[in-house]
């Protein structure tokens, strides 16, 4: 649904790096990894949030 602001195993705050990554990761043509090291995301328990992370929330909410 919506990316949570604390990594759930490590508590690192991660969620105001969600919109850099799904602009050039997801939308863009840069390899997720190097994006992922980029921004500072070392620990693989934060790393998996982003990548298996799906975003929903225009979907479940759709009125404005």
Do not use: Q
């Amino acid at each position: 649904m919506i990316i949570p602001v604390r990594c759930i195993t490590c508590g690192k705050v991660i969620a105001h790096r969600w919109e850099e990554f799904k602009e050039r990761a997801k939308e863009g043509n840069e390899d997720p990894e190097k994006v992922l090291d980029d921004l500072g995301l070392d620990r693989y328990c934060c790393r998996r949030i982003f990548m298996s992370h799906e975003d929903l929330i225009e979907d479940i909410a759709p009125y404005h």
